[in-house]
């Protein structure tokens, strides 16, 4: 059973960065496409970014050109560096995975999920 635990998230200003990450046990992550989404207060989980385990990644119009997904399979990690954070992105962050070579709608595997808050 793949598992995977997210970390990295926490406090930051507008304006800031943070960097998450998607850390994988029980199976090598390198033949798993790997998404984070985003749970805003209120709302809908949203798929925030994608990335293939060819590497190519994939963005939402909101974070596209601020988020940037990438991948270290030595250490069954993926990374989901968030810049100029606004108020908005505020939320819990779940990764999640799924054994396909492309960024799927719908994953088999999920974090728990980490709080990410952006306010002044």
């Known amino acids: 059973q793949l598992q995977l635990v997210e970390s990295g998230g926490g406090l930051v200003h507008p304006g800031g960065s943070l960097t998450l990450s998607c850390t994988a046990s029980g199976y090598i992550l390198d033949r798993y496409a790997i998404g984070w989404f985003h749970q805003a207060p209120g709302k809908e989980r949203e798929q925030v970014s994608c990335i293939t385990f060819y590497g190519r990644p994939t963005y939402g119009d909101s974070v596209r050109g601020r988020f940037n997904i990438s991948r270290d399979n030595a250490k069954n990690t993926v990374f989901l560096q968030m810049n100029s954070l606004k108020p908005e992105d505020t939320g819990i962050y779940y990764c999640?995975?799924?054994?396909?070579?492309?960024?799927?709608?719908?994953?088999?595997?999920w974090g728990q999920g980490i709080q990410v808050t952006v306010s002044s």
């Open positions: 999640a995975g799924r054994h396909i070579s492309y960024c799927p709608q719908d994953f088999d595997h």
